[in-house]
């Protein structure tokens, strides 16, 4: 049986998302993650190619699965915690936020689809099983 990817679903998400929603996750990603002050001052592009970059490390297992929970914790915790604010009276902000809600939720979606701790153990199987 063929498990979904998580890393995938992960890297698919975020270059489907709206690019300053996803740049401000990569941004705090980095700057709560890293121990390179190059990575604090990336560009979109550049932050998203980093990121991929370390998402699909090769590694064992156990760790390949720390670093899809470690993403998994912290995009939530974003998205809960900076993102999604009340919106101004005013267009630009309604609009804003209105992107926020749409990728919240489809992040969401994506960790109920592909990122499930039951979704995840049995991946984690598969990898360990070969």
Not at 99 to 107: D, E, G, N
Request: glycine fraction near 0%.
């Amino acid at each position: 049986m063929r498990h979904p990817d998580p890393e995938l679903a992960i890297l698919s998400w975020l270059k489907a998302c709206d690019q300053n929603v996803s740049f401000f996750l990569l941004r705090h990603y980095f700057f709560m993650t890293s121990e390179r002050s190059d990575d604090f001052v990336l560009d979109a592009e550049a932050s998203l190619a980093r990121f991929q970059h370390l998402l699909t490390l090769p590694e064992f297992p156990q760790r390949r699965l720390a670093r899809i929970l470690h993403v998994r914790t912290l995009f939530s915790f974003v998205f809960d915690h900076y993102i999604i604010k009340h919106p101004q009276n005013d267009k630009v902000s309604s609009i804003n936020h209105a992107y926020q809600v749409k990728a919240k939720k489809s992040w969401e979606a994506v960790c109920r689809q592909f990122l499930a701790d039951d979704i995840l153990k049995s991946w984690l199987l598969s990898l360990e099983q070969g």
